[in-house]
């Protein structure tokens, strides 16, 4: 993990993904290591993949421990959706982004009480709204 930082530092994005996924081999739980992925896509320009990373950390806390990523995860994939994809120019990235954070939504729908989940993905910014309300 330490390595996948590293690499991070140096703007060596691929071989800090290549090293933050042999952690993860190792500890699928490991936080760190998800974050050092999360942070190698992201500054490669690849904000779908990091999404993706994400949704997958997400999946593994929730799966295996039943809670959600700690706030320094949070807070990366915040910033990630904060900024403007530098790839935005082609279809299938924002195309794959779209579904990335559909399917985001999707869950965390499905993780709140009293939520109702739309089938289709064209209500679900609508519940999503409704339950924002609601709070």
């Known amino acids: 993990m330490r390595a996948a930082g590293l ?4 703007r060596a994005f691929d071989q800090a993904a290549r090293l933050a996924r042999a952690a993860l081999v190792h500890d ?3 936080e760190v290591a ?6 190698s896509q992201w500054l490669a320009g ?3 993949e990091a999404l993706r990373a994400y949704a997958g950390l997400r999946e593994a806390m929730l799966e295996e421990l039943g809670d959600e990523p ?6 990366l994939y915040q910033a990630i959706l904060q900024e403007p994809t530098r790839d935005a ?3 299938t990235s924002l195309g794959g982004e779209l579904r990335t954070l559909l399917r985001l939504l999707r869950q965390t729908l ?3 009480p009293g939520a109702h989940v739309p089938a289709l993905d ?4 609508a519940a999503a709204m409704r339950v924002l309300g609601a709070r």
């Open 7 to 10: 690499a991070n530092g140096t």
């Open 28 to 30: 699928g739980l490991s």
């Open 34 to 39: 998800w974050q050092h992925l999360i942070r």
């Open 46 to 48: 690849r904000h779908g």
């Open 70 to 75: 700690g706030r320094e995860s949070r807070e």
């Open 89 to 91: 120019g082609t279809s």
């Open 110 to 112: 499905e993780a709140t």
């Open 122 to 125: 064209a209500g679900l910014s």
